[in-house]
């Protein structure tokens, strides 16, 4: 079974509605993040969570919510879907740093491609 | 902002041959962190391999090695003896230390030939 499962794998939708794409994790990882693939861009930082009480707004939130349920469980939502949101939507986990401050690697979901019509 | 450039879209190598992947970023942070993230046609991010700022010594994992030449802000990746799964999608990105916020560059499309 995958560490880190994003559901549903692939959403087709119309303009106008509200979207939620889930992950959850059985890594025990406190951090979890969720990033947006466009071709020819990479990957962007929509949200990030440092653990349930802790949400902050990466380099591309508008138009993005999220909610952080429990530690292994990080929904993203667009409230209002709109065609230039069509893209591969991915969520992270990390562990905390290590002593010393030494930032732990990102393990990432298989992605939700994610098309607006 | 930090930056980070593949500056190679595409590459392509000979199954069994080396090639050499670019990656340059812009920072004045001291601390930070470097990465090469694999993404194959399933999509999946793999990570690759990770270098710390902080090490002067390159990182190595298997077939693949960075070339990290830190005073010219340079992350190389080398594939060695290439395989027909190493085609995939490769991202350079950049951490500063303990903001555990990635920065991802665009991407290089890399080709196995047979």
């Known amino acids: 079974d995958a560490d880190v499962t994003q559901t549903p794998r692939n959403r087709i939708t119309k303009t106008g509605k509200r979207i939620m794409l889930e992950c959850s994790q059985t890594k025990g990882h406190d951090r979890m993040y969720w990033y947006r693939q466009d071709p020819g861009l990479g990957l962007r930082l929509i949200y990030y969570?440092?653990?349930?009480?802790?949400?902050n707004k990466g380099e591309i939130s508008d138009g993005y919510s999220v909610s952080r349920q429990a530690q292994a469980k990080f929904s993203l939502s667009l409230e209002s879907a709109i065609p230039n949101q069509t893209a591969l939507y991915f969520c992270?986990?990390?562990?905390?740093?290590?002593?010393?401050?030494?930032?732990?690697?990102?393990?990432f979901g298989d992605g939700t491609r994610l098309s607006i019509l | 902002a930090q930056t980070v450039t593949q500056s190679q879209p595409e590459m392509s190598v000979q199954e069994a041959e080396t090639v050499t992947l670019s990656c340059t970023y812009d920072t004045s942070e001291s601390d930070y962190y470097l990465f090469w993230y694999k993404q194959p046609p399933s999509r999946q991010m793999i990570l690759v391999i990770r270098?710390?700022?902080?090490?002067?010594q390159n990182a190595t994992e298997n077939r693949f090695s960075v070339n990290f030449q830190k005073a010219a802000k340079s992350f190389s990746l080398k594939i060695s003896d290439s395989q027909l799964g190493d085609a995939a999608m490769y991202f350079c990105?950049?951490?500063?230390?303990?903001?555990?916020?990635?920065?991802f560059g665009k991407g290089t499309k890399l080709t196995v030939n047979p």
């Open positions: 270098q710390e700022a902080y090490k002067q």
């Open positions: 990105a950049w951490e500063k230390g303990g903001s555990e916020k990635l920065v």
């Open positions: 992270a986990t990390s562990d905390r740093p290590r002593a010393g401050g030494r930032s732990q690697p990102q393990h």
């Open positions: 969570s440092f653990d349930v009480k802790d949400i």
